[in-house]
């Protein structure tokens, strides 16, 4: 089983409906994080959570909003999604301390009509 | 704001091959900086991370190098084979942003037998 789980794997869905990603981990580490990533634009930070009471925004954070429910588990949402929120989302994970890689789960490919 | 910049975009090469990766980074003031190789569809796999204080760090056939002072990394992949075939990405942490990693868009490596 994979250390970093994202689901769905696919979603496609409406403008306007809303829609929540999950991420679950087994890794034991407290910092988990949501990026997307556009084609020709890289990865972007959208929310980062260092502990179950801790939750942050990233660098993209407008239309999105996320849920820490246990160390293990770290939800996106998106409210009311928009076509222009079509992208690949990846859930990351990392340990304690600045010196500690991210680990990425494989993906979720949303598409939003 | 930290930015990333990796060269070349895109890199095919013959196998047996020993190639350089560049990533250049705008703010040193960086506490490490990952590589991580995506394949398509996949998610990112780390593959090495270089703290602020070394020069290097290997597995492998990989190395990496890091240049803090001038804002400079490499990847060295000794003997290329067909399954290092991926899209690579360097990410710094830190940088004015002691919260996340900064991607760069990445170098499409393709590896042909």
């Known amino acids: 089983d994979a250390d970093v789980t994202q689901t769905p794997r696919n979603r496609i869905t409406k403008t306007g409906k809303r829609i929540m990603l999950e991420c679950s981990q087994t890794k034991g580490h407290d910092r988990m994080y949501w990026y997307r990533q556009d084609p020709g634009l890289g990865l972007q930070l959208i929310y980062y959570?260092?502990?179950?009471?801790?939750?942050n925004k990233g660098e993209i954070s407008d239309g999105y909003s996320v849920s820490r429910q246990a160390q293990a588990k770290f939800s996106l949402s998106l409210e009311s999604a928009i076509p222009n929120q079509t992208a690949l989302y990846f859930c990351?994970?990392?340990?304690?301390?600045?010196?500690?890689?991210?680990?990425f789960g494989d993906g979720t490919r949303l598409s939003i009509l | 704001k930290q930015e990333v910049t990796q060269i070349p975009a895109a890199l095919s090469v013959p196998e047996g091959e020993n190639l350089v990766l560049n990533c250049s980074f705008t703010d040193s003031a960086i506490y490490n900086l990952q590589w991580f190789r995506q394949d398509p569809g996949k998610g990112l796999t780390s593959l090495l991370l270089i703290q602020s204080s070394q020069r290097e760090q290997t597995s492998g056939r990989l190395n990496a190098s890091l240049d803090k002072s001038s804002g400079r990394s490499t990847l060295y992949i000794a003997a290329s084979q067909p399954g290092d075939s991926a899209t690579y990405l360097c990410?710094?942490?830190?940088?004015?942003?002691?919260?996340?990693?900064?991607f760069g868009k990445g170098t499409l490596l393709t590896v042909n037998p």
């Open positions: 990351a994970t990392s340990d304690l301390g600045n010196n500690q890689p991210q680990h």
């Open positions: 959570s260092f502990d179950v009471k801790d939750i």
């Open positions: 990410a710094p942490w830190g940088g004015g942003s002691n919260y996340k990693l900064t």
